[in-house]
């Protein structure tokens, strides 16, 4: 790297600094990057070579035998549409109530305002799983264990502080001279709510469906005390699976990529945007 | 105003608030009542006052799993968090400077993309893969790329080692959510800082130190809470990839995962609600503290 570089006098960089920075930059992806390229590489392994005591970097003999016998499961494609329901239920619901709620706390202000943004928080700090026995009694009085349904109440729930916060970024940075504006010209408060707000919060309404999707597809402690082996989804089968059957590691492998795919095509859709999906919710005060 | 807002505030936030009051309100208050009980998780119980906190104060299983807690917390967020930080310098300014301009180091969209990965798979998949990676014998990752001739590293099998996995496995998992968030945060750090700091002469390291950490504080302060709260969760990871569940000999046994062996397992529900409890203040207490430690030298957060 040149000092001077079209006449503007550049940072004091020196070659082996900028070669030690490519160096660990590329050390380091490599680590992150090699157990997910190990399953990728079991899964498409025949058994013997899986349980070879010679690891090879490629399968010798490419096969989608094990991806066969995961989707050949009993309870592979319940599971997977178990699963599809349950996020679908929750994450619409989560939008639809989160949406509102944080309308009511970035438009308004009302007595209370600050409790509820202060329980909100204060509730997302504390680990969920001190709430599993309490919540495991009253789903089994309600009757709502082994329920898709009460599977889907308890991820909305968990899904909601994330959904209300962001979402109330998104809409505290819209202006209120435009809802002003929309409202001398006529427009009453549901109006601007359902024409100026909802459009203008797109993208904070597709973050926060994203993050919802990953956490209620990728749950598994809340399903699996709550429903019998035959209502799991797909995270939790793969375990359930994985405890029944031992060392299965070829079809458990397949299994996990099976498991991934749609979070996976989620992100690289929405690849670029993810940092401001991420932080823009937490900008405006 | 024509309207009232009082219709709308009520009719927007009439489902989430019940929701909350019964399904996180109501729970807490049934831990705490649950605590009280001899519950063993089916059928009737009695009161027995304070008698699992005498328990739990006489159960060694519960100081080491609190000290295992304390081990993660410790060093969960610095790991990580350093880590993190050294990363989104090098992919957003480490690279040099053309033009006046200092970027990242060559290839920084392919690294966003591959540190962001691990935030991708479940925890659930990544306990199943690092189980693999930690095989005890030649079949696993590591140990089949040691020399023929090693003894195997015994991992999640050693009593000594087997909590340090769990803590590698953790910021393996957690450091890419973390890079992407602290880049977006640089980015948002005006590039005339940079140059005029640049223009002065100033080296990578004083760029880092005098610019960059100063302006990041808020989102470090965040990433400390929400891994520590990670730190005092754990249990995807423990319960998973761990012998016999928190072993070798409860050496990775922590508190979340006491509290779900005693629910569902030992059938002692009330104590685990006791555990519970614990829990429940040692996390409040953490992110509060953290909060009113960190405040004061906050910079423009």
């Known amino acids: 790297m040149a000092r001077h570089d079209e006449g503007v006098v550049t940072v004091g960089r020196s070659r082996i600094g900028t070669f030690f920075a490519n160096t660990t930059g590329i050390v380091f992806g ?69 949406f509102l709620a944080a309308l009511a706390i970035a438009r ?38 082994n329920s898709l349904i009460g599977v889907a109440l308890v ?65 598994f402690i809340i399903i699996n005390t709550l429903n019998s082996p035959q209502k799991q989804n797909l995270m939790a089968w793969l375990l359930y699976n994985q405890t029944e059957r031992g060392t299965a590691w070829g079809p458990l492998m397949a299994g996990a990529i099976i498991t991934s795919i749609p979070v996976v095509v989620f992100f690289l859709l929405i690849q670029r945007n993810i940092a401001t999906g991420l932080t823009a919710g937490a900008v405006k005060g | 105003m024509r309207h009232g807002k009082y219709p709308f505030i009520i009719g927007f936030l009439a489902v989430p608030v019940a929701l909350y009051a019964i399904f996180v309100v109501g729970a807490y208050l049934q831990m705490f009542r649950l605590s009280l009980t001899d519950w063993t998780g089916y059928g009737t119980f009695n009161d027995i006052g304070f008698a699992n906190f005498e328990k739990l104060w006489n159960d060694s299983v519960f100081w080491t799993a609190l000290r295992h807690n304390g081990f993660l917390l410790l060093l969960l967020p610095i790991v990580t968090i350093a ?26 969209p392919i690294y966003r993309v591959i540190f962001f990965f691990p935030q991708l798979l479940a925890l659930a998949i990544v306990a199943v893969i690092f189980g693999r990676v930690f095989g005890p014998d030649k079949s696993g990752m590591i140990n ?50 940079y140059e005029a700091a640049a223009l002065d002469g100033a080296s990578r390291i004083t760029l880092f130190s005098k610019i960059t950490l100063p302006l990041l504080w808020g989102n470090i302060q965040v990433a400390w809470i929400y891994l520590g709260i990670a730190a005092f969760d754990a249990f995807a990871l423990v319960n998973i990839m761990t012998v016999n569940q928190g072993g070798p000999n409860n050496s990775t046994q922590v508190l979340s995962l006491q509290i779900y062996l005693n629910a569902f397992k030992y059938s002692q529900a009330g104590y685990a609600s006791a555990l519970g409890v614990v829990l429940f203040f040692l996390a409040l207490s953490f992110a509060w503290l953290t909060l009113r430690v960190s405040r004061r030298d906050a910079v423009d957060a």
């Open chain 2, 83 to 108: 880590l993190a930080l050294f990363f989104a310098f090098l992919l957003n300014v480490g690279g040099g400077s053309k033009g006046g301009v200092t970027r990242g180091v060559w290839g920084s």
């Open chain 1, 30 to 98: 490599l680590l992150m990057l090699f157990p997910v390229y190990w399953v990728l590489n079991t899964a498409f392994k025949p058994t013997n070579e899986v349980q070879s005591f010679t690891p090879t970097f490629l399968p010798e003999n490419p096969t989608l035998d094990n991806f066969k016998s995961a989707l050949g499961e009993e309870l592979f494609l319940p599971a997977m549409v178990n699963g599809l329901i349950i996020t679908a239920m929750a994450v619409a619901a989560a939008l639809v109530v989160g």
């Open chain 2, 144 to 193: 089949g790329l040691l020399p023929d001739s090693w003894e195997p590293w015994l991992f999640l099998a050693s009593e000594r080692w087997a909590l340090t996995c769990i803590l590698v496995v953790l910021v393996w998992q957690a450091v890419g959510f973390y890079v992407v968030l602290f880049s977006a945060g640089m980015g948002s750090i005006p590039q005339e800082i």
């Open chain 1, 155 to 219: 991820y909305l729930v968990l899904l909601l502080p994330y959904t209300v916060w962001t979402l109330r970024g998104f809409i505290s940075g819209i202006p209120r001279e435009l809802d002003e504006a929309a409202m001398i010209d006529g427009c009453s408060r549901p109006q601007v709510f359902w024409r100026i707000i909802l459009p203008l919060t797109g993208p904070g309404l597709v973050a926060t469906s994203i993050y919802g999707f990953i956490q209620a597809w990728n749950e």
């Open chain 1, 108 to 145: 308004f202000a009302f007595y209370g305002r600050k409790a509820i943004i202060l329980v909100v928080l204060a509730v997302q700090l504390v680990p969920f799983l001190a709430l599993l026995i309490p919540l495991f009694l009253m789903m089994q009085r309600a009757q709502l264990t």
